[in-house]
């Protein structure tokens, strides 16, 4: 199993799987695909968790470029896979290739999660949902009570945090993001799952800022969380997202980078000594969700969170 977790497959693979040969085992009926998808913790997550509920399947990695996605999941369904994750950057291709879509897919317009059900191709959403179990858990509170400030809230994980904190129709939602133009669009889109068109001012439910000093000091004040959606943290030499002085003990800090475990942006946060978590808790929860929707029973969420942990490690 921690080899199967480890090895990275192509699309040739996928396609002798599909004609009965290959190198992806048998007992492999889910999996992940992205590009690139080397890094994936998900494998060695999901595998515990099959081995835990003594299911037969399996869950690899399989990388796949963009303009192959269409026919990696046809072969996917061909070659006899329950379902399939789906990851940077195949999440809103993937809308246009499903038969149905439920609710959160639908209102977050990205898919996270396949199912295949005979021809059909069910696509769901478990990042949004996932990201509130996620904040419940490590910070005790619930989305829908905070302030919350979306760094990279222009598109993917940043726009699909957004929409969730307005699903959970949280009270303030500030959004961060290099280009404003891209900001105003989900704003608009959160604006609508708000069901309110009031005007830009003060007390507007939802703000757009530019990653701007000043307009993040204005604005920190009036938050509760800041949740990280960029990439900008993994490396050492990345440049500052917020000044260290702006960050203060009362806030919360939640970055969705859980590699490193600790970016400049937490660490800064905890010299503040404001509550910090990475996202290592999101991808245990969207992974259990997803889990739930291909074997139709509860998770195994604590042996999943172990299994991560040490691969994270």
Known sequence: MSNLSQTTFTLEDLRARAEGRGPIPAEVG???????????????????????????????KIDCPPEQLAEAIDLARKAGFTGLNLTIPHKFEALNL???????ARQLGAVNTLLFDGSRIVGFNTDGPGLVRAIREVFA??????????????????SAAALQC???????LVLVNRTEGKAHDVAAQAKKLLHTDRLEGPDDPVTVIPLEES????????????????SLGM???????????LLTPDLMVYDMIYRPAV??????????????????????HQGALSLEIWLNRPAPVDVMRSALQKAAA
């Open 235 to 245: 490396k050492r030499t990345d440049p500052r997202l917020v000044p260290a002085a």
């Open 30 to 60: 889910l999996a992940v695909l992205g590009h690139p998808v080397e890094h994936s913790l998900s494998p060695a997550m999901q595998n515990a968790a099959l081995e835990a509920l003594g299911s037969k399947l399996r869950y690899a």
């Open 263 to 284: 970016t400049r942006l937490l660490e800064d946060a905890q010299n503040a000594n404001a509550r910090t978590a990475n996202g290592l808790s999101l991808l245990l």
């Open 98 to 104: 499903c038969n149905e879509l439920d609710d959160t």
């Open 141 to 158: 509170f619930d989305l829908r009570d905070l302030r919350v400030m979306v760094l990279g809230a222009g598109g993917g994980a940043g």
């Open 166 to 172: 307005a699903l959970e129709r949280c009270p303030r």
């Open 215 to 230: 307009a993040l000091r204005e604005q920190l004040g009036r938050t509760d969380l800041v949740i990280n959606a960029t």
